[in-house]
């Protein structure tokens, strides 16, 4: 029989976060645009903002996070730089997380609904 915390502990462990961090240019028009449209696509694809340039999105596996990944990586705009960065769900709930001085707490991830 398999022990419910067992299993817990390893689906923190695969399970993941993917976190897109970029610096992108705006200072021409088209430049904005394709800033915008590299936003809009992380948000249509799940992703929620983190901080200002740095969203993130939970992946139930392994296999899921590298399918939202190659769906970026598709995405990128032409100038500036996004990276791609994945880790568990049990190393994102060590983070330490400060608004000011005050420590909060990170909010948890809402339910998805996945159609595979």
């Not at 390893?10 to 800033?35: G, H």
């Not at 990586?73 to 791609?84: A, D, E, F, M, W």
Request: aromatic residues 12%; charged residues 25%.
């Amino acid at each position: 029989m398999i022990n419910q915390d067992h299993f817990s502990r390893l689906n923190q462990y695969r399970s993941m976060w993917v976190l897109v961090f970029f610096d992108l240019p705006t200072e021409t028009r088209k430049d904005r645009k394709a800033a915008i449209l590299f936003r809009k696509n992380l948000l249509d694809d799940g992703f929620s903002m983190f901080q200002f340039s740095i969203y993130l999105r939970f992946c139930a596996s392994r296999e899921n996070a590298a399918v939202h990944i190659k769906r970026t990586k598709s995405r990128l705009p032409k100038q500036g730089k996004v990276c791609i960065m994945q880790i568990t769900d049990k190393q994102f709930g060590m983070i330490e997380l400060f608004h000011g001085q005050k420590e909060t707490v990170p909010e948890t991830p809402s339910q998805q609904l996945e159609l595979f």
